[in-house]
């Protein structure tokens, strides 16, 4: 068995609902790696797991990236 690599983030956001939405596109469950982005209020949390650091790395650097970009569209 692998060992799997998880991180949960959570940002707040003046349009939490409105942004997770775009992020929910990227939710996935595969045997080597898992992301799932939840709404709240006022925040988002995803939670991602990984079957290697670089992988977990590099979802979350992806989805902070997809998150800046439609948070600046929200607030336009």
């Known amino acids: 068995m692998k060992m799997m690599h998880k991180a949960t983030i959570t940002t707040s956001s003046r ?13 996935v469950e ?6 799932k982005t939840l709404a709240g209020e006022k925040s988002i949390t995803t939670t991602i797991e990984a079957d ?10 992806d989805l902070l990236r997809c998150q800046i970009a439609a948070e600046s569209m929200a607030n336009q």
Do not use: C, H, P, Y
């Open 52 to 61: 290697s650091i670089g992988a977990l790395l590099a979802t979350a650097d």
């Open 15 to 27: 349009n939490g609902s409105e942004v997770a939405k775009t992020l929910q596109v990227d939710n």
């Open 30 to 35: 595969m045997t080597n790696l898992s992301v």
